[in-house]
């Protein structure tokens, strides 16, 4: 069957890699979640899609350049105008905390491929293992040397190749990088390459996937996985498709 991941959480609908749109994911029919991170001034894993603050949060300047206690100063659902109480940038370990009540995956995409945050990669994993989540958790990104480490520290986690440009053997990026799957944007990942990655024992999760007719298509098409910002979407199609 094919998974339903939230991207940011709920993010059509909720406040973006936030907890309340974590948690709203299992009530909308998610079947895990795609979540961003960064490291803060003291070396916090903390979950943010941007190198700053200013687009998602009501303050301004790079994540990298405050502590944890002055980021959950901010308000991480400014933008939705007070319905939300106490919406802060949460941890990774608040989230895998959270991860311990239910059996949703959790995808760790990694923001180091613009800003080079030394130590993430050995941070995540130790992490990982402390709550041993590493059945549970596809660590992705854009920089595939990252992924590349990933696998050769922890072999045991999977890990996924990002990529938005066309390819027509995307399973090679896999096998360049030793990556169980890749995530590439929906827009330029077609049918037949669906089928052929998955042959090779790839798993196909295109990203961002907001329109049903794309939606059911990918459904029909059998990929592994869709990271939607609207879950609820999904997993009524999903339902309806497989009646």
């Excluded at 303050?59 to 802060?88: H, I, M, P, R």
């Excluded at 990026?173 to 799957?181: L, T």
């Excluded at 077609?190 to 059911?216: G, Q, S």
Aim: charged share 30%; hydrophobic share 40%; glycine share 4%.
């Amino acid at each position: 069957m094919v998974a339903i991941i939230g991207h940011r959480g709920a993010a059509g609908t909720f406040p973006e890699n936030t907890m309340v749109s974590f948690i709203a994911c299992e009530k909308l029919g998610a079947d895990g979640i795609e979540l961003d991170v960064q490291l803060s001034k003291d070396g916090e894993i903390v979950v943010i899609h941007d190198e700053t603050i200013n687009r998602t949060t009501n303050g301004k300047g790079y994540v990298k350049d405050y502590t944890l206690s002055e980021l959950k100063q901010f308000d991480a659902s400014y933008k939705f105008k007070g319905q939300f109480d106490n919406c802060t940038i949460p941890t990774l370990r608040e989230v895998f905390e959270w991860a311990q009540g239910n059996n949703f995956s959790v995808n760790v995409e990694l923001k180091n491929d613009k800003l080079e945050y030394h130590g993430l990669e050995e941070r995540v994993i130790n992490l990982i293992r402390s709550f041993e989540m590493e059945n549970r958790v596809v660590l992705s990104s854009f920089n595939h040397k990252s992924m590349l480490k990933f696998t050769l520290m922890a072999p045991d986690i999977e890990t996924a190749v990002l990529y938005n440009k066309r390819n027509k053997e995307p399973w090679k990026i896999a096998e360049d990088y030793k990556a169980r799957a890749i995530h590439p944007n929906y827009r330029i990942i077609t049918d037949d390459l669906i089928e052929k990655t998955l042959k090779y024992n790839v798993a196909v999760r295109p990203y961002t996937v907001n329109d049903a007719k794309i939606m059911k298509r990918l459904i029909d098409a059998k990929c592994s996985a869709i990271i939607t910002d609207y879950p609820e979407m999904a997993f009524q199609l999903r339902g309806e498709i497989l009646k």
